[in-house]
């Protein structure tokens, strides 16, 4: 079975809602045949090559995970440790059900034997509270006398909440009890899931300072996936959980957590309030800001956040002024685009966003469009007509005629947005007419396109498809469905997406920027610095 096919089969069992007994006898057995073709393929050891004569589960909501241990370990006896409640159920409840589960691993056999489940009392399940102390005294009851017993004994933390697992941590380090957690590579977004079969098992030698760094090292590859947001929070957990053993640390930890809040502005577009962040920083010539920030925050701009989105969006455009379209400045109409670009890149790789990705694609692709129409319009080479007498007139000779029309006709085309018809317009000429865009002035028709000595649109998109449609029909039609429906949409396609809009780009560079954007086409100047900087920089010494 394929990536393409498991991971489909996944999402057909999340989005249909299969029961456990359907995920263990459709999908479990998938999911570990590809994980062991992986390691034949790879030589790269997923799951632990040794059984475990007691495997200890700390059990949460998902069961998926535990199954998957079970599966891995094969274990003679299983210590089950549950909540006294969850939510609604009772722990005892949970106990029935996976003891259930486990039956079913046993007739499709995922296991050749079944284990015998501990702890039971007159056939009831065991149940503990979920302080650290409280599992740590329950482990030590049911868990150590395997332990003298030089039995074999893991202990599975995945499913365990904080308090558990601290529990569960204390009691390996007392017993040297090895430690696993089932971890993943990918992720589906939206549901917030892991997928299955691109887990890895991993066992952890020392439980105690393991954990610890595995939360930095997990913050680390949030920064490094630019998953800003999502760091900084864990950063703010760690601290909150260890700041009596980080005496001192607070401060360097508070300007991580100001730099992980900045770039998280950035990211999402908002230069002015990360512009504002970056100035609170002590200068420090071995990081600079993205340019993006640099240029776009200035406060000339007032770019638009969540609390300023309509009317700083009206003035950025233009809309009461077109001379102070950002669509006519040079640097900060290539600057937006090519940090765009940076961030749809990302989009695709490590992310795999490639619905995300194809709508910013889509998007930006729309505004370099308009761009070349505004441009036009303001120089002269763009003329529009009303539909019932048909004289055509450039953007003075509309002005000398009627100012308020002039004014009406700007902010119509820095409205339109359809970018089939931008580029008809664009690409008109005399031959074809009928290439046009529609502007409506009230109960009025115009019609605008660009004049014989403007320039001509090249089909930048040449050479690239995205399906049975000539590009650029395919494009808009995969982007208005996938703003529509919740589509899946292959990587392939959001990389054609991403070519055909840095061809874009380049073809504006080449016809309206004439060099003057050299100075500001470097990639790292649209990138964040690296993890170790950053540790630097916030004077973050306790990490190894």
Known sequence: MTSKEIRELTEKYWFEKWSIPEYIEELLPKELEFIRQWERDNNEKRLP??????????????????????????????VLV?????????????GDDFEEYVGVLHQTNLIEEFPEFYPLSNGDWETVEVAPQEIFNFLKKHVLPFIKKDKKVTIDIT???????????LFSSYTNVSVSYVDYDLYHEEKARPYGFSCKITSLENPMELFKLREWEEVRQLFENYSFRSAKKLVEQIFEATQDYLVGEEPSINRLKDWLKFYNLWDNGDYKNAKQTFMT???DSRVTCPIAVEILGKKEFNWPNQNNLLPYLIALEGRDNLEESLYLKNVPVFVYAKDELAKIQRLIAPNEDYRSALLRAAGLTEFLLKARMVRQWFSNRFVVSEIRDRMEYTREQLGQKDQGLRKSIDRAILRHSSFLHMINALQWTPEESYK????????????????????????????????????PEDFKDIRDKAIHFCLTIPKE??????????????????????????DY???RLYDKIDWDQLCEVCNITFLP
Request: glycine fraction near 8%; hydrophobic fraction near 35%; charge should be neutral.
């Open 49 to 78: 090559t040794k059984s475990a004569d007691v495997l200890v589960l700390l059990v949460g909501y998902s069961w998926e995970p535990l199954l998957i241990s079970t599966c891995a370990y094969k274990p003679k006896k299983i």
């Open 82 to 94: 549950l909540n006294t409640e969850y939510g609604d159920l009772q722990g005892e409840t949970k």
């Open 159 to 169: 499913g365990g909440k904080k308090t558990m697992t601290s529990g569960a941590y």
């Open 281 to 283: 920083f002590p200068q």
């Open 436 to 471: 046009v865009i529609d502007l409506r002035i009230r109960h009025r028709r115009f019609e605008g396109h660009r004049t014989s000595n403007a320039f001509m649109l090249d089909d930048f998109w040449a050479g690239e498809s995205l399906g049975r449609q000539p590009l």
């Open 493 to 518: 396609v959001a990389q054609t997406a991403m070519r055909v809009t840095e061809a874009n780009l380049a073809h504006f560079v080449e016809n309206y920027l004439y060099g003057e954007v050299n």
């Open 521 to 523: 086409s470097d990639p």
